[in-house]
């Protein structure tokens, strides 16, 4: 797939990429990324892009333990003319279009943060390599490999903070806000520090710390925090509900004993 292709980023919040293939282009993208495409757009699903059998199964077994699909879908464009095909955001947040040749054509990303590459892009898993960050790495333990020269489409969830770490240059984060970063960048897990800050920060007990040189990506809101929000929140609201229910009851029980049949 040629380096620069076509593409349309459309909403706000909920945001979707329009990408338009030239003849014979494709464009892969996880299983159940994929919102609609244009008469004349393939699907061929495979495991691997490539290097015999053996090495396409290695490389879905290693992608279903990072919780991945098992597959990969390639969309090629099979008309003499330009045809459409369109991959939606799993959840709220922005849609981030790197140039892998201009990031040494290689990115590391989260394991849900990938949605759609161009067609030449290798996608592999990359497990951390220190034993800190395999342990209490959290969302950061798996990571998700690309490498190309072409265009890739990642999405964070809230809004979008992208950072170029100058060689030594150090950034800690929470693992769940890291969303890419270049294979430049040194990644790994530390100790929050501090009793009262592991129990009560409220920020996790390890946190990421990145080093240059490189770019990183940050998003605001991951989707296992907004998760654990919902779930917050639906637990208050059934507690709300319950607690209505008792004292309806209660009510009806008051309202026989007392208030008779209204004579």
């Known amino acids: 797939m040629a380096d620069e292709i076509d593409y349309q980023l459309v909403g706000d919040d909920m945001q979707m990429v329009v990408v338009e293939l030239d003849p014979s282009e494709g464009v892969r993208a996880e299983a159940g990324a994929m919102m609609f495409m244009e008469e004349g757009v393939e699907m061929q699903t495979s495991a691997g892009t490539g290097g ?82 395999g342990f209490f790495g959290g969302e950061g333990f798996i990571l998700q490999r690309l490498e190309g020269d072409g265009m890739a489409f990642i999405h964070a969830g809230g809004a979008i903070y992208q950072r170029k770490l100058g ?23 530390g100790f929050v520090g501090g009793f009262k800050n592991a129990l009560f920060g409220g920020e996790g007990v390890f946190l990421a710390t990145l080093t240059g040189p490189g770019t990183v990506y940050l ?30 009851v209660g009510g009806d029980i008051l309202g026989g004993l007392f208030g008779g049949n209204g004579d």
């Open 167 to 189: 060689p030594g240059e150090r950034l800690r984060v929470d693992t769940g806000c890291l969303v890419a970063f270049e294979e430049s960048v040194g990644y790994d897990i």
């Open 52 to 133: 015999g059998a053996m090495n396409a199964l290695f490389s879905g077994f290693k992608r279903v333990i990072a919780g991945e699909s098992f597959f990969i879908t390639t969309f090629i464009n099979s008309c003499s003319g330009k045809r459409k095909v369109a991959f939606a955001a799993p959840y709220p947040g922005k849609i981030i279009p790197v140039h892998l040749a201009d990031l040494g054509g290689r990115l590391l990303c989260q394991k849900d943060g990938f949605l759609c590459a161009a067609r030449g892009t290798d996608i592999s898993v990359a497990f951390t390599k220190r034993l800190g960050a």
């Open 219 to 248: 998003q605001s809101l991951p989707f296992s925090r907004m998760a654990d929000r919902i779930v917050a929140a639906t637990r208050v609201g059934g507690a709300r509900e319950e607690r209505r229910g008792v004292a309806g």
